[in-house]
């Protein structure tokens, strides 16, 4: 079961802000990886988000500290705030290096990476809107399986791109340059299935 109350805790509001706002970053990096022109505006706008972000992550903690009862261990609130927060730095930070790097057009397995990732930011809202829901355990477990699935999937379009990389790309500026972005795009799936196998082990815990 999932470990959700009859009333709705305000941990798991402040969850679902979370991750819904993780989602809208989604979007965002999904309209720059399938709309590459005039980013500076969307990036801007990510990294307010991000910002954003780490206010709600310091207001979660603020209420961790206040509260004397939580719907699940102290510590368990802790580390999913601080992977939701992890998420949204990668992404930001992803987004960022199109502009540091002076990218002038995207690579294919870029591409390809970004839209799992905007797809994995979607299954983290998804999964936040239902784990508070008793009834809602079978939703909550395609949530992490399909999030589980799509990390699966970038890792083999990331060992594909690397390959890629290696062996036809003879600029070693460019090798630098890809590699790194590739590496935080992996950072950025990793960290969606990271926090998804958390709120699995919690929701074993609570069952």
């Known amino acids: ?22 989602a ?5 990096f999904g309209e720059i990886i399938n709309n590459y022109n005039n980013i500076e505006r969307t990036v801007a706008e990510m990294k307010i988000a991000e910002t954003e972000c780490d206010g709600r992550s310091h207001k979660i903690l603020a209420q961790l500290n206040e509260s004397f009862v939580t719907p699940f261990d102290r510590e368990d609130i802790y580390s999913i705030v601080g992977q939701l927060d992890d998420i949204a730095d990668y992404l930001e930070e992803a987004a960022s290096k199109f502009i540091i790097y002076d990218v002038k057009e995207l690579r294919h397995d870029a591409k390809e990476l970004g839209n799992l990732i905007t797809d994995a930011c979607h ?6 809107d239902v784990i508070s829901n008793p009834k809602a355990t079978d939703e909550a477990k395609k949530a ?11 890792d083999a379009v990331f060992r594909r791109a690397l390959t ?3 062996s036809e790309e003879s600029d070693a500026i460019e090798v630098i340059r890809w ?7 992996e950072d950025t799936l990793d960290g969606c299935e990271h926090l998804a196998d958390t709120v699995e082990g919690v929701m074993m815990k609570n069952a």
């Open 123 to 128: 299954q983290v809202d998804v999964l936040f």
């Open 1 to 22: 079961m999932a470990f959700g109350k009859k009333k709705e805790d305000v941990f798991f509001v402040m969850f679902r802000d979370f991750a819904k706002a993780i």
């Open 144 to 154: 992490i399986i399909e999030i589980n699935r799509l990390e699966n999937l970038g």
């Open 179 to 185: 590699k790194d972005i590739y590496e935080t795009f």
């Open 164 to 166: 890629k990389l290696f």
């Open 24 to 28: 809208v970053m989604g979007d965002n």
